[in-house]
């Protein structure tokens, strides 16, 4: 209880910062905000390009370092996604997932009213997750240990249904219902089937956009203002306890990643149009612009953190794009078809990423291996 | 055309009790679903729209009037209505007929087969329940059929393909009858319109003698022909106010036509009387059905806007041929598009859970030349009001078009009310 109580009073303390404010002007400019990043606490690396103020942030130019994709031969619609030494494959109608490595397969299905919602990998554990279609009871949660092929289940705490996943190592982040029907975040240890659950959402308000790596764990909570809620991006502390980053304009955020020196995180400066988001990263207590991409698509994996752009102009394609530890913004990906494209949000299975990209000239499905 | 009678204006007294109503944030799903089946018991009864309607005639409705939006200009002639020839009629009853076949129909894959019927009507097929389409009765069949019924878990009100073979095995033979009469008379008396639709936006060459045949839609043949180059950059109808959110898990259909209505009668009616209208179920709402009532109690039926509405099959379109759609719809016509996408996360990545097949209002376009090809619409679904694990966004969208064209050709019907 005293996490909880903590957690809702740091909660309600982010908040505050939003409540009252009015829907944000699609015309308005980020603000200035608080000067350094919440979460960078080692000294800067000298050897590393700086950042500048959050309210005059250094542009991020892009260079081009495509990386080594190769075809999944899946259709672009499938749920798929590729690790280091296994590979994971739904069926068309989520109703099962086939996972398979040299000489070790297994399977898990969705069974009778329920559908396959996740499907996460990591180094050493895949993780897959079975949806009641009904959304009244709990999901159901499958683990395999990719060492041994060995199936089990992560029973405690029970599963909300639907919400945000992350997967990082062995570590599994979830949503759960705690006392009086609080929305939690649990999280559960898979090597010894611990799980616990941890801070909760304050009354009102719950969260999102849950992404982990080894550089912490990210999510996006939310009141419940309207038309549009006020959104506040967050990195969890060691207890466990989300703490908002300090550099979005308020209410206005979006994605959110740790990275070895700070975070990224997107903010949508016009709520009418929610898709287009403007990313930025915190390195060090310096700040810089990444410029446009997609709402709901970062995602960590091995050392950086990507995200989508979609195509910039009629002769430009769909990009993914990634922020290195070296603090250089790279693209990573560009989709055949130019103007009328755009690429899904990409699956990171233990350092190998799985992206879908659609357009006019052809879909594709690819992967690619991060380190 | 003969102006056709309009049906008195008709008050829905009763009101269900938390329509419109301000709902807790976090509302469970166990709780939806008793709700959702306590309406369903009072309202699922397929309600008339009025007088015309129930003799499978297309009238506009009383409740249609001259009002036009704040945003709407004085918009060129489109086509009206045709006329049911003797050829026509005699089409609608050999399909009809066939219908008898779903009484002995065992299994899903005889089920879908007996549903989905076709008539030809002057060279175009129109087949129930999915609308004008160059496909043939057995790949529609096999969409019911071999198609996922659905990969999402989290439903907004589209009928999905197990609704659609519910509702054809579920109906009466008397009342299977009026209703499929009713949609073929609909669409015979729109194959003029559809065949201008498909010459001007398609380049499919009218028939010999069509102008002849259809004088309610030749009048228009030449009114614009460039479309793309000769449109403005932006255009947009509706008023944001009219712009909701459902308020009911499965009312996606009833909250985008409470849109479209709101826009035509320049009043608002609940959503609860457009899904009487409607016939929403907790199984959702089909397509036909909103286009049914868009043509039965809106304007935008009528020679000034659209003409009468139909269900095209668009997965034959490319995406340019879409975008004009949308823009002859949004800036000729000044109507709204029923929008039919898939409301996958691929397509919408904001959205936390897949979700099913869904209706929008399609608005407005924005051709953002230096830019890919923007959509406005109205987005009936708020995640936030059913689940915590989403926070609330704004009713009104603009996005890159291609993504919501890539999303109605993700539906399994493919198709779009226009």
């Excluded at chain 1, 709402?295 to 990634?322: H, I, K, N, Y």
Aim: charged share 20%.
């Amino acid at each position: 209880m005293l996490v909880r109580t903590t957690a809702g009073l740091a909660l309600l303390l982010a908040l505050a910062g939003c409540a009252g404010g009015d829907e944000p002007d699609p015309g308005d400019e980020p603000g200035d905000g608080p000067s350094r990043a919440a979460t960078s606490t080692d000294e800067p690396t000298t050897d590393l390009p700086s950042g500048g103020t959050v309210g005059d942030p250094a542009v991020a130019e892009p260079v081009t370092a495509v990386l080594q994709w190769q075809d999944t031969g899946v259709p672009a619609d499938v749920r798929y996604v590729k690790g280091p030494r296994w590979e994971a494959l739904a069926d068309p109608g989520n109703t099962r997932v086939d996972l398979q490595a040299d000489g070790m397969a297994a399977s898990v299905v969705a069974g009778r009213g329920r559908t396959i919602s996740e499907v996460l990998m990591s180094e050493d554990w895949a993780v897959v997750v079975r949806q009641d279609k009904a959304e009244t009871a709990p999901s159901e949660v499958a683990v395999v240990d990719l060492a041994s092929g060995a199936k089990g289940t992560v029973t405690t705490p029970p599963a909300a249904s639907g919400g945000s996943w992350a997967l990082t190592a062995g570590d599994l982040h979830y949503p759960t219902y705690g006392d009086g029907g609080a929305y939690c975040l649990a999280t559960a240890a898979l090597a010894d089937s611990n799980g616990e659950d941890g801070w909760c959402a304050p009354d009102r308000s719950g969260f999102s956009g849950l992404t982990a790596s080894e550089h912490g764990v990210g999510l996006m909570t939310f009141d419940d203002a309207r038309p549009v809620a006020c959104r506040t991006v967050n990195l969890l502390d060691a207890g466990g306890v989300p703490q908002p980053l300090e550099g979005p304009t308020d209410c206005t955020a979006w994605d959110v990643a740790a990275t070895a020196d700070g975070a990224v995180w997107s903010e949508v400066p016009k709520p009418r149009r929610q898709e287009e988001a403007r990313f930025h990263a915190a390195a060090d207590g310096t700040y810089f612009d990444l410029g446009p991409g997609t709402t709901g698509t970062a995602v960590p994996c091995g050392d950086s953190v990507f995200f989508v752009r979609d195509p910039q102009g009629p002769d430009e394609p769909a990009r993914l794009m990634r922020w290195t530890p070296e603090r250089t913004l790279e693209v990573a990906y560009e989709s055949p078809s130019t103007g009328n494209a755009f690429l899904g949000e990409p699956a990171c299975g233990g350092g190998v990423l799985t992206l879908a990209s659609y357009g006019e000239e052809g879909d594709e499905h690819v992967w690619a291996s991060v380190s | 055309m003969p102006a056709l009678p309009r049906p008195t204006l008709r008050r829905v007294a009763h009101r269900i009790a938390d329509e419109d109503a301000s709902r807790p944030l976090w509302r469970h799903p166990a709780t939806i679903a008793a709700a959702a089946l306590a309406l369903t018991l009072g309202a699922v009864p397929l309600l008339p729209d009025g007088g015309a309607d129930d003799r499978g005639e297309i009238a506009p409705s009383a409740e249609s009037t001259a009002e036009s939006t704040a945003e709407s200009t004085a918009a060129p002639a489109a086509v009206g209505s045709g006329e049911v020839t003797r050829a026509m009629r005699a089409e609608i009853d050999r399909v009809v007929a066939e219908g008898a076949a779903l009484d002995r129909a065992q299994g899903r894959p005889a089920l879908a087969r007996a549903s989905v019927r076709c008539a030809t009507f002057e060279g175009q097929r129109y087949c129930l329940g999915f609308g004008w389409t160059n496909q043939s009765e057995e790949a529609l069949a096999a969409r019911l059929t071999t198609r996922p019924t659905s990969r999402a878990t989290e439903r907004t009100g589209d009928l999905d393909a197990d609704g659609l073979l519910a509702r054809a095995e579920s109906r009466t033979s008397t009342a299977r009858t009026a209703a499929e009469r009713a949609e073929l008379t609909m669409a015979a008396r729109s194959v003029g319109k559809v065949w201008m639709l498909r010459h001007e936006i398609q380049g499919v060459p009218l028939p010999e003698g069509f102008a002849a045949r259809h004088p309610e839609v030749t009048a228009r043949t030449d009114a614009r022909g460039g479309f793309g180059e000769s449109y403005p950059e932006r255009s947009k109808i509706l008023s944001s106010k009219v712009a909701q959110a459902q308020n009911n898990t499965y009312w996606c259909g009833p909250t985008a036509m409470q849109a479209i209505g709101w826009g035509s009668q320049g009043r608002r009616k609940n959503q609860s009387y457009w899904a009487r209208r409607l016939g929403t179920t907790t199984a959702g709402t089909a397509i036909t059905d909103v286009v049914r009532v868009v043509n039965n109690k809106t304007d935008y039926d009528e020679p000034t806007h659209a003409g009468p509405y139909v269900v095209v099959d668009i997965s034959d379109f490319t995406f340019k041929q879409w975008y004009r759609m949308v823009m002859r719809h949004v800036h000729d016509y000044q109507a709204p598009v029923v929008l039919h996408p898939s409301l996958l996360k691929q397509y919408y990545p904001y959205l936390d859970d897949d979700a099913s097949g869904h209706f929008q209002v399609g608005r407005g376009f924005d051709r953002n030349p230096g830019g890919n090809p923007q959509l406005g619409y109205f987005e009936p679904w708020d995640q936030s009001r059913f689940d915590p694990s989403e926070p609330a966004i704004g009713r009104v969208q603009w996005r890159n078009a291609y993504r919501s064209f890539r999303a109605n050709l993700a539906h399994f019907q493919h198709n779009i009310g226009v």
